[in-house]
């Protein structure tokens, strides 16, 4: 089956702990993204990349980090520099150059306790 | 800065109305819009709009373009409690040399029985 898949589900952290999140794709896309989803709120994006071994910030990239070192994967990292880390994040991808239409990860909720 | 707004934000309408959600945007060199259907948790993909005046239909959802007046509108016919989500609405332009979606914050639709 191709797709996008985010673990974990759920997650709680302690607040000053870093923690990662995992997006891996098998749909051979080249680019992928991060967005965050607070209540109330459209998505916003956090990181993207376009290829491997590259990546763009997006509009609130502060206290994030990612890396792009496999096609397949595009890990997000929440650092404690992020000051309100609790939200919903979601992972896409997109073929193409240019990219258009995103697919999107079952999402990762995220709790900082 | 590019900029999408939906109305209404939340709307609640009984099975078998006519629903129509709206989008409008500002966004740096347009490329396409998209619409996508939040249901808890990742947002599923329903139309790619590029050109205006065409009309995208998939059974009893469509919808349209307007790049002159720079809106797009989607249509619900005879809704079903199914049809209970968010809705997203995204516009992909490419300004500074890279492609990005912006996301509108989206229409809550509650379709009750």
């Known amino acids: 089956d191709g797709g996008i898949t985010q673990s974990p589900k759920y997650l709680f952290r302690k607040e000053g702990q870093n923690v990662t999140l995992s997006c891996e794709q098998n749909l051979n896309h080249d680019a992928m993204y991060w967005y965050r989803q607070d209540p109330g709120q459209g998505l916003r994006l956090i990181y993207y990349?376009?290829?491997?071994?590259?990546?763009q910030k997006g509009d609130i990239a502060e206290g994030y980090s990612v890396s792009r070192e496999k096609k397949e994967s595009f890990p997000l990292t929440v650092t404690s520099a992020q000051k309100n880390p609790t939200a919903f994040y979601l992972c896409?991808?997109?073929?193409?150059?240019?990219?258009?239409?995103?697919?999107f990860g079952p999402g990762t909720r995220l709790t900082v306790l | 800065e590019d900029k999408v707004v939906q109305s209404p934000l939340s709307l609640v309408v009984h099975e078998g109305d006519t629903v129509t959600l709206n989008c409008s945007y500002e966004?740096?060199?347009?490329?396409?819009l998209l619409w996508y259907k939040q249901e808890k948790k990742a947002p599923t993909f329903l139309f790619m709009l590029t050109s205006s005046g065409i009309e995208k239909k998939s059974g009893r959802l469509s919808s349209i373009l307007d790049k002159k007046e720079l809106f797009s509108i989607l249509n619900i016919t005879a809704t079903q409690t199914g049809d209970s989500a968010v809705y997203l609405c995204a516009v992909m332009g490419s300004g500074a040399g890279s492609y990005q979606l912006t996301f509108g914050k989206g229409t809550k639709l509650s379709v009750i029985p």
């Open positions: 896409a991808s997109s073929m193409g150059t240019p990219p258009d239409t995103q697919y």
């Open positions: 966004v740096t060199n347009f490329r396409s």
């Open positions: 990349s376009q290829i491997v071994n590259d990546f």
